[in-house]
């Protein structure tokens, strides 16, 4: 039996401009719900590809005149080039609500507002979601679920702009959370822009290493890196555009690493190890207030690691017995060094219920590491 779509709260048609990712995304989710869906690009590659995998019709390929005017218009485009494509949406379309979803707020907001764009239809939007892979072949209509999306008044936004951009990001199963532009920058400037400088840095230092170094590496690196392999040209746009908030953090990273240096290079010296612990201790405090996978206040789980054979079906079958345990996974952590006949499955669980756990599984024959 086809489950039947919850009906959007979005009206359509809705115009998507740019048919990257996260454009062919919102079209791919919005037309799952029977949302009208059209997509204009500047690559007419991007938006045929875009049509062909069902995210919207493709205004080239019908023909200017016969697209229907929009009732919600998403600029999905680059950052360089947002806050235009906003203002000459904001004027083609009069009738429209016109929201971006670039990942950097206050520029965009303040190059419209000096074109004397009308600011009552605007709404800046920021879905905190993506991939390390680029264009509609990576798009997923999924993509949104659970995430952050960002909605930020521009000051003057109307009552039902505002409800069309909250609602637009609640049909894709994002969670709203509501912030102004400059809040929003020096917010993600922390939680989201160093840490991809972070890792294009650590992954830098591996352009020169000895492939059989690298052999060594485990999931610690991997994990550090994976976001490393991001699109340059798209961030050289973000980290340009929201400067001075990355600067403030990057100043305080660089304390840090200063009081590091210092103190590695006297390692056996009075307080050098306690300093070190410090530096490590105040890392795992920074950690514990990440929220889990619910959102909100972070909680505490206990952790169990399981050791998984590398054969088909091995993960599943754990999963299951798990689920059939009646213990709820908190979150899975997968570890799998290449070559090993065996993966490390890190579960966490409530702190309560880790014993019961623990204790059944290895009645069930699982190997779990104490």
């Not at 990942?103 to 979601?129: F, I, N, W």
Request: glycine residues 10%; negative net charge; charged residues 20%.
């Amino acid at each position: 039996m086809t489950e039947t779509p919850t009906p959007a709260a979005t009206a359509g048609p809705v115009l998507v401009i740019g048919a990257g990712l996260l454009g062919a995304s919102i079209g791919l989710g919005l037309r799952h719900l029977g949302v009208e869906v059209w997509l204009r690009d500047s690559s007419p590659t991007a938006e045929a590809v875009a049509q062909d995998i069902g995210a919207g019709r493709s205004c080239r390929a019908a023909g200017e005149g016969r697209v229907p005017e929009p009732a919600l218009v998403v600029v999905a485009t680059p950052p360089d080039v947002t806050a235009q494509t906003v203002v000459e949406a904001l004027r083609a379309h009069p009738g429209a609500v016109v929201v971006d979803i670039a990942s950097v707020k206050e520029s965009v907001l303040e190059e419209v507002r000096a074109q004397g764009a009308d600011l009552t239809r605007y709404v800046g939007t920021h879905p905190m979601a993506g991939r390390e892979k680029s264009g509609p072949v990576a798009a997923r209509g999924e993509l949104f679920t659970s995430m952050p999306w960002v909605v930020c008044d521009s000051g003057r936004s109307s009552p039902a702009a505002l409800a069309a951009a909250k609602n637009l990001a609640v049909d894709l199963g994002a969670t709203v959370t509501f912030m102004d532009a400059r809040e929003h920058d020096a917010t993600v400037a922390l939680i989201s822009h160093l840490p991809q400088v972070m890792s294009s840095l650590l992954a830098s230092r591996l352009q020169d290493t000895p492939p059989h170094h690298l052999s060594l590496a485990g999931q610690g690196l991997r994990d550090t890196t994976r976001i490393a392999a991001s699109d340059p040209n798209l961030w050289v746009q973000i980290l340009s555009a929201n400067a001075a908030p990355v600067v403030a953090s990057l100043h305080g990273v660089r304390q840090d690493l200063d009081r590091l240096i210092a103190t590695l290079e006297a390692p056996r010296a009075p307080g050098a190890r306690l300093d070190i612990a410090q530096l490590i201790a105040e890392g795992n405090a920074g950690q514990a207030r990440i929220p889990g996978k619910h959102g909100g206040a972070p909680r505490a789980f206990a952790t169990l690691t399981v050791l998984v054979g590398d054969v088909p079906g091995q993960l599943a079958r754990l999963l299951t017995e798990i689920g059939e345990i009646g213990v709820n996974l908190e979150d899975l952590r997968l570890e799998h060094s290449p070559g090993q006949p065996v993966g490390l499955a890190e579960v966490s669980v409530l702190p309560n219920r880790r014993k019961e756990l623990v204790e059944a599984l290895q009645e069930r024959g699982w190997k779990v590491v104490q």
